[in-house]
T-cell receptor, first 109, second 113 residues
Framework: RKEVEQDPGPFNVPEGATVAFNCTYSNSASQSFFWYRQDCRKEPKLLMSVYSSGNEDGRFTAQLNRASQYISLLIRDSKLSDSATYLCAVTLYGQNFVFGPGTRLSVLP | GAGVSQSPSNKVTEKGKDVELRCDPISGHTALYWYRQSLGQGLEFLIYFQGNSAPDKSGLPSDRFSAERTGGSVSTLTIQRTQQEDSAVYLC???????????FGPGTRLTVT
């Protein structure tokens, strides 16, 4: 079983739709969790950290479910500019970052 | 402030040649990571440096790959006797001490012909 797994997609959604991605991790001792966004042929950029209590940043909501070992990212009112690949990342003791393979999102006009 | 920089941005080399890729992390960041990303694929961890500790080399795919970090700052990834399967984007990331999130450089696109 891979350490971090994501549905590769693509998720094709219309503008204004709500879309959610999940990311599962295998190491129950994982400590920190992140969502990164990667545009085509660009480097990944940190989108948001994921906190145990869940956190929101504008249209983006991230949640952590330690019991089931997954994190989620919800995007509301999706925009064309949200089209990208979304990578989840999991760390153990602040090092040993493991990235998921990414989920590709296409927001259609 | 300045972000992570990498050079060259693109490198085309012939099979069998050696290449050196450079990474300048954000000033003051103690941790530095190298990843490889093939077209349409996820990030493959290569090596991790943290301060003066011995690097975690567990992700290096073969002994043709090596990396060093001089003075706790600039890092160089060296690939000897390049093969076509080494073609990928090589990404460097740094993170500050005490904060786990990483900041990526723009990458070096390596093409081995």
């Amino acid at each position: 079983r891979k350490e971090v797994e994501q549905d590769p997609g693509p998720f094709n959604v219309p503008e204004g739709a709500t879309v959610a991605f999940n990311c599962t991790y295998s190491n129950s001792a994982s400590q920190s969790f992140f969502w990164y966004r990667q545009d085509c042929r660009k480097e990944p950029k940190l989108l948001m950290s994921v906190y145990s209590s869940g956190n929101e940043d504008g249209r983006f909501t991230a949640q952590l479910n330690r019991a089931s070992q997954y994190i989620s990212l919800l995007i509301r009112d999706s925009k064309l500019s949200d089209s990208a690949t979304y990578l989840c990342a999991v760390t153990l003791y602040g090092q040993n970052f493991v990235f998921g393979p990414g989920t590709r999102l296409s927001v259609l006009p | 402030g300045a972000g992570v920089s990498q050079s060259p941005s693109n490198k085309v080399t012939e099979k069998g040649k050696d290449v050196e890729l450079r990474c300048d992390p954000i000033s003051g960041h103690t941790a530095l990571y190298w990843y490889r990303q093939s077209l349409g694929q996820g990030l493959e961890f290569l090596i991790y440096f943290q301060g003066n500790s011995a690097p975690d080399k567990s992700g290096l795919p073969s002994d043709r790959f090596s990396a060093e970090r001089t003075g706790g700052s600039v890092s160089t990834l060296t690939i000897q006797r390049t093969q076509q399967e080494d073609s990928a984007v090589y990404l460097c990331a740094s993170s500050p001490g005490g904060e786990p999130q990483q900041y990526f450089g723009p990458g070096t696109r390596l093409t081995v012909t």
